[in-house]
């Protein structure tokens, strides 16, 4: 059984910046894609960012293309989310979730497993 628990979510304030951690229980985190995923108060869950087995490839979604920074460490079995310049409209619950292929990343139809959550909030 694989587990994800996410960390070091935070209140912070419109331009400032948080660090996203997701530590994955487990002896075969690097054959697994990760997703980073939030989902704000009334809205469905939506797509933020992915990273491949490697850390070779990654994918954003618009909003936070060139904002936020998708990265992990296979040593460490964590993934992180990297936010910059963070906006009012970036409050959101932040899931991370873990899959086998890079087919159809955005959805989250295709992630076998997922984390609890943690609570970004943006003040402006």
């Known amino acids: 059984q694989v587990q994800l628990v996410e960390s070091w979510g935070g209140l912070v304030q419109a331009g400032g910046s948080l660090r996203l951690s997701c530590a994955v229980s487990?002896?075969?985190?690097?054959?697994?894609?990760m997703g980073w995923f939030r989902q704000a108060p009334g809205k469905e869950r939506e797509f933020v960012a992915a990273?491949?087995?490697?850390?070779?490839?990654?994918y954003y979604s618009e909003p936070v293309k060139g904002r936020f920074t998708i990265s992990r460490d296979n040593a460490k079995n964590t993934v992180y989310l990297q936010m910059n310049s963070l906006k009012p409209d970036d409050t959101a619950v932040y899931y991370c979730?873990?899959?086998?292929?890079?087919?159809?990343?955005?959805?989250?139809?295709?992630?076998?497993?997922w984390g609890q959550g943690t609570q970004v909030t943006v003040s402006s």
């Open positions: 487990g002896r075969t985190f690097n054959s697994y894609v």
């Open positions: 990273i491949s087995w490697s850390g070779g490839t990654t």
């Open positions: 979730a873990a899959r086998r292929f890079w087919v159809q990343v955005t959805t989250t139809g295709g992630y076998d497993y």
